[in-house]
């Protein structure tokens, strides 16, 4: 007799904290700095372009756990992070503008810019 098994897929893993990623489509590169910054997959390029002609990354906020690791490595800072700061014991709730309980942004200074003050001019 042959027996077959199935393997059942894991379940995906309940996360503590969310996140939600707003990207500024109209400004993106698709640059793809983003997406190999994302340890969670969350982040893909879109088939369709933005208004500069480029494709464009959007987000699976299903899959994000609001690591910000995305608008950190963004170099035109388009990226936003809302991050979910659930309570022990409290009830679960879908992420959106009315219950988000931290927001997150990202700045990136370019150190080159504001040395050019304390430079010496030849």
Do not use: F, Q, W
């Not at 640059?31 to 340890?39: F, G, I, M, P, Y």
């Not at 208004?51 to 756990?65: E, S, V």
């Not at 309570?87 to 009315?98: G, L, W």
């Amino acid at each position: 007799m042959h027996m077959e098994t199935k393997e059942k897929a894991a379940p995906a893993k309940e996360r503590k904290v969310k996140g939600m990623v707003e990207i500024e489509i109209s400004k993106c590169k698709g640059c793809e700095l983003c997406r190999s910054a994302c340890k969670e997959n969350a982040l893909t390029l879109s088939d369709t372009i933005n208004i500069k002609g480029y494709r464009y990354i959007i987000a699976n906020n299903d899959l994000c756990t609001g690591c910000v690791n995305c608008a950190l490595v963004c170099p035109d800072a388009i990226i936003t992070v809302y991050r979910t700061n659930p309570k022990k014991n409290a009830k679960r709730e879908d992420i959106t503008p009315k219950n988000i309980k931290e927001e997150i942004k990202a700045i990136i200074t370019s150190p080159v810019y504001n040395d050019l003050s304390n430079m010496d001019y030849i």
